[in-house]
Structure formats: C-alpha cells, structure tokens
C-alpha cells in the first residue's frame, strides 16, 4: 500500500497511432495538465487509470485478432513517436512524483514486458506498472483508504480475463502460439471488427457518447439481420456469463448476507438495448432493407438524449453497486475510469461505517454533449453537422476531466476538475475531515 499527501488520477486518455483526428485530439491540453502536475511542490502519486494507450485502434485498414503480441510493441513504438509532446511532460512529472499505470481493456497489451520497456525507454522516471487488472490502494493522512482501478472489471462486454491473458501471455514468451485460449472481451471484438471499419462511412460514431448505447444504436442501423441476430445471442449470453462470475467473486470476498439486497434489479444499458430489439416489430430482414437517414439516426440520438445523465456529476453509474462493498471494507474513496463519464457523489451518505466517496475520472477523449432541448431545427443542424464531421460549437464538447486529491491540516479534499484554457478548474469538491469523518461538499 502507498501512503500519500496528494494524488492525481486521470483516466481514459486513448492515445493511439492516430494524431490530430479520431478521438484522441488533445495532445496540447494533455501536456499543459501533465507539466502543471510535474511543477506540484508536494511529492504526489500520479495514477493513469487505464486506457492510458489504446491498441485497437489499428496502424493500417486491418482486422486484428484477439491478442498480438508480436505485433504490441511496434504499436507503442508509434503511438509513443505520434504523442512525444505527452511522452516528454509524462518523463518531467516522473522525476518527480510516483507515475503508476494501471491497464484497462483498450491496453491490456500492457502485460507484455516489451510493451512497456518501448514506453519507459522515453520516460526517466520508473514507472509502476500495474498491469493484471488489480487496483492501486493509497493511504491518505490516518483515515482515508483510496482505492483506484481502471473499472472494467465491472462492465459485462469488457471484462478482461486476466488469468487467460496471462496464460497467453506464458505460451508467447515460449513461442508458443496459444490457440483458442484468450478471448478478448466482446467490447474489443465491436471496436475491432465494426468499429474501426465503419467509421470512415459515419465518422459521428466515435466520438458520439454516451458511448454504449449511441454506438450500437447507430451500428445496428449498419449491420445486417444475421449479425443483429447472432448479435442478441452473444450480448445475453456475455451478460449472464459475467454477471455470474462477478457475483461469485464478489461474494468470495465481501459478507454475502448483504449482497445484491435488491439493487441488482435495476436493469444496465445493455439489458434495455437487448429488451428493446427483442421487442421491436419489424420482421429483422425489413429492417435490415432501409438504409439509415439522417432522420433515423437523429431520432436514436434523440433517444438517447432523453435519458442521457453522461454528464451529470450526481447521476448513479454502474460502478457504484460495486463501490458499495469497497465502502463496507473501510475504503472511504473509490476511483474509476472507463465509461468516460465524470463522476462524483456520496455512497451512504451520513453513515460514518458504510459511507464513501465514489468519482469516476471522466476521460481526455473528444465527446460531445447531445442538445438537450426538443428544438427540432436545432436537432437537425447538430445531426447534419456530425454526419458531415464539421465542427461543432466549442459548447457541445465536453471538458476533458481528472481527479485531483490532497490532505492539508487533516482534511482530505478530493476535486474533480476540468482542464481549461492550461488552467485546473474544479467542478465539484469534497471534503472530509480526521474530526467529523463524513464527506462534506464544499
Ligand atoms: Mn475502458
């Protein structure tokens, strides 16, 4: 376990081989963070949450397997060589504070050995790596635990075996191939497969969010009927997989008489998705025949929007059914990643056992934020607008976030902040106290 006066979390940066497009655009802004964080009088940990790298999105037009080692750490190599501006703010920042990586299910890579030297060579301070998907404890002042993971453990389409990675991982090291033995999670199989190859024809597909139900919404309008149904079939079965496996873990670990105490009810995105198309009335050939419209996907978006809490701090995520068994451990501050959306709220609020502060990171990844009014013409132009890849209104981007925590005269303060204009700006904060124990906003 680490001890710390301050600690900084950001998650969810995305660099990859691509510069000044697709999603990662933020190199600028990102440095400017880094080198401010670098300049921070207390020695502090910095942690990057997961998907730190992303290695699916690929070099040249191809289809990539489940796992490429070989093929790794070239990938780092031109990523680091296209993002030397946050490479070199990332090497000042680890002269002088403890840099930890943590892996995430868009750079599970990062188990390779080689993978990681690639990305040392250009960094002067060591790097702690944490790379099998386990989480960063830190002990801040007496009486605060934080706890610290990428999240996709928690997440049915992108959990990662880590234990078959591992496994893979073992055979490769030998030179031997590892047939059929690691499966990437379904999340990685839509980037990969649909994804990357789509998004040419509809560029509004990577950057539209919140990210699960915008994108397959609009993919399901692109795929045909055989895959819509073999689709269904992989979903439901992924879901009841994983939520088995998770609920065994879990209880391993955590008291079971309190688990799952009617809150595992509340259905998640992916459920209603699978709820909805199971229950439309179309015949899936007909469906399949009507090529999407401008007025079609302005409708999903419309959707989508009715329902879209991305960005609201206060909104329950999926996270927090999981967060609450961190609370009954003694961990009094969890912090994720992975779903891109800034969060940050009081789990058990005023029970000085349970309570605890969740905040998701949010992500440096260009995302958009859908209008939230009915006006039609105002609809049109923002679809018309993103079919187009035309810029939008610097409004409609939202900010890229980060977790900023430091203890001063026995008071944790634990801000989620906004990078604008080479400045910190704090969203929201909250405090908690060596006397009063509780979390407090400020
Ligand atoms: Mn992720």
């Keep these: 376990m680490w001890k710390a006066l301050q600690v900084f979390v950001l998650s969810d940066i995305h660099l990859n081989v691509e510069k000044n497009k697709g999603m990662f655009v933020a190199d600028a802004e990102l440095a400017s963070c880094l080198l401010w964080i670098a300049k921070q009088e207390i020695p502090s940990i910095v942690i990057l949450a997961g998907d730190t790298l992303d290695f699916l999105v690929p070099e040249k037009e191809r289809m990539i397997q489940d796992f490429e080692p070989v093929y790794a750490a070239s990938l780092a190599e031109s990523i680091v060589k296209e ?119 509809c560029p509004i597909l990577e950057f539209v969010k919140p990210e699960v139900p915008a994108v397959l919404k609009i993919l399901w309008r692109l795929i045909g009927w055989r895959e819509k149904i073999k689709w269904l079939g992989i979903l439901k079965n992924r879901i009841q997989v994983s939520n088995k496996n998770l609920q065994h873990k879990i209880k391993l670990v955590f008291s079971p008489q309190s688990l799952f105490a009617g809150e595992h009810t509340a259905t998640t995105e992916m459920e209603d998705f699978i709820q909805e198309k199971e229950q439309e009335q179309e015949p899936q050939q007909q469906q399949n025949s009507i090529p999407p419209t401008q007025e079609s996907i302005m409708a999903d978006l419309q959707k989508i929007a009715r329902k879209d809490t991305m960005f609201d701090l206060e909104a329950f995520d999926e996270n927090v059914r999981y967060a609450r068994y961190l609370f009954q451990k003694g961990v009094k501050l969890f912090v994720t990643g992975h779903s891109h959306a800034a969060k940050a709220y009081v789990v058990n609020p005023g029970n000085p056992i349970e309570e605890g502060l969740y905040m998701n990171a949010g992500c440096w990844v260009r995302t958009i934020s859908l209008p939230q009014q009915q006006d039609t013409k105002q609809w049109q132009d923002f679809t018309q607008k993103l079919l187009e890849n035309a810029p939008l209104n610097e409004a409609d981007y939202r900010p890229y976030t980060f977790v900023s925590i430091f203890l001063k005269e026995n008071t944790v303060t634990a801000s989620l902040c906004a990078w604008k204009k080479g400045q910190e700006e704090k969203m929201v904060a909250w405090e908690r106290s060596a006397t009063n124990l509780l979390w407090e906003k400020k």
């Design 83 to 201: 993002h030397k501006e946050v490479f070199d703010a990332l090497s000042a920042l680890s002269e002088k504070h403890t840099l930890i990586i943590q892996d995430g299910n868009h750079d599970s890579e990062l188990i390779l050995s080689e993978v990681r030297e690639e990305i040392q060579k250009h960094v002067n301070g060591v790097i702690r790596w944490m790379v099998h998907g386990e989480a960063a404890r830190i002990q801040i002042g007496d009486d605060t635990l934080l706890v610290v993971e990428h999240g996709h453990l928690y997440d049915s389409i992108n959990q990662v075996c880590h234990e078959k990675l591992l496994q893979a991982v073992h055979c490769y090291s030998r030179g031997v191939i590892h047939e059929g033995g690691y499966k990437a999670p379904f999340g990685t199989y839509l980037v990969k497969k649909y994804l990357h190859p789509l998004r040419r024809r």
